[in-house]
């Protein structure tokens, strides 16, 4: 999508926003209610489902937490758009409360991995793992041309 596209679509959904008319339940709609549980434990579930599957795939922590915020915070907001659509009632509280759903189950699968997995060069707290022996460890290495198509390049590990 290019940058006037990005632009056009921008504004059309701010124009849509600022002209669509107020929720009926808007004056209706307190902070701390049944749906605002729900909100926030299914976000919960979301965040830390997605961080459970995506742990094992790598050895540092903060892919896992990016990737559950973006899944959490992705359901929440298609959520409240279909609502916004018509189908329901738009609420930026029911966002609030997916948002720190999001967070609260991130903690806890975090806090889970941290106890499973430990704390090591290996699986470091938050960032990047060291390489296993300097910065040459993970240089590529380019071998002999196979088969005249070009360089074979090999990772070592």
Same mark, same amino acid.
């Given at each position: 999508? &290019? #940058? %006037?596209?990005?632009?056009?679509?921008?504004?059309?959904?701010?124009?849509?926003?600022?002209?669509?008319?107020?929720?009926? %339940?808007? #004056?209706?709609?307190?902070?701390?209610? %049944?749906?605002?549980?729900?909100?926030?434990?299914?976000?919960?579930?979301?965040?830390?489902? &997605?961080?459970?599957?995506?742990?094992?795939?790598?050895?540092?922590?903060?892919?896992?937490?990016?990737?559950?915020?973006?899944?959490?915070?992705?359901?929440?907001?298609?959520?409240?758009?279909?609502?916004?659509? #018509?189908?329901?009632?738009?609420?930026?509280?029911?966002?609030?409360?997916?948002?720190?759903? &999001?967070?609260?189950?991130?903690?806890?699968?975090?806090?889970?991995?941290?106890? $499973?997995?430990?704390?090591?060069?290996?699986?470091?707290? $938050?960032?990047?793992?060291?390489?296993?022996?300097?910065?040459?460890?993970?240089?590529?290495?380019?071998?002999? $041309? %196979?088969?005249?198509?070009?360089?074979?390049? &090999?990772?070592?590990?």
């Amino acid at each position: 999508m &290019t #940058g %006037r596209a990005r632009s056009i679509v921008a504004g059309a959904v701010a124009s849509a926003l600022l002209v669509a008319p107020r929720s009926a %339940r808007a #004056g209706d709609d307190p902070w701390f209610g %049944r749906d605002k549980a729900l909100h926030a434990s299914v976000s919960a579930a979301i965040a830390g489902a &997605t961080y459970a599957v995506s742990a094992p795939l790598f050895d540092a922590r903060y892919p896992p937490l990016l990737l559950g915020a973006g899944v959490s915070i992705a359901a929440g907001a298609v959520k409240e758009l279909h609502d916004l659509a #018509g189908y329901g009632d738009p609420s930026w509280k029911d966002f609030t409360w997916d948002v720190i759903g &999001t967070a609260g189950g991130l903690a806890i699968a975090w806090g889970i991995d941290l106890l $499973v997995r430990g704390v090591s060069s290996r699986h470091p707290l $938050v960032s990047a793992p060291e390489p296993a022996s300097g910065a040459a460890a993970t240089q590529p290495s380019v071998g002999p $041309v %196979r088969g005249g198509i070009g360089p074979a390049v &090999t990772w070592r590990w």
